[in-house]
């Protein structure tokens, strides 16, 4: 293998593991939400009950919203 196709392999390499990142993180978001949904409704409690129950902070409830709303788009 010359030079530029180790680079391009590494470019390949590179993508494929971003993807796979992102992925994961939107797969975690899409659980968390999931849990404090279902949590919500089973306590009867509102979404920002059932977060102060999960130990999960505003920020962290909204940044897995924005993600998985980009993915939705």
């Given at each position: 293998?010359?030079?530029?196709?180790?680079?391009?392999?590494?470019?390949?390499?590179?993508?494929?593991?971003?993807?796979?990142?992102?992925?994961?993180?939107?797969?975690?978001?899409?659980?968390?939400?999931?849990?404090?949904?279902?949590?919500?409704?089973?306590?009867?409690?509102?979404?920002?009950?059932?977060c102060n129950?999960?130990?999960?902070?505003?920020?962290?409830?909204?940044?897995?919203?924005?993600?998985?709303?980009e993915e939705?788009?």
């Amino acid at each position: 293998m010359n030079l530029p196709e180790k680079g391009k392999v590494k470019t390949m390499c590179d993508v494929a593991e971003r993807l796979e990142n992102e992925g994961m993180a939107k797969g975690a978001a899409s659980n968390m939400l999931a849990l404090i949904d279902r949590f919500s409704r089973k306590h009867n409690v509102s979404v920002e009950e059932a977060c102060n129950e999960l130990d999960v902070t505003a920020e962290e409830y909204n940044a897995a919203r924005k993600l998985i709303a980009e993915e939705n788009n």
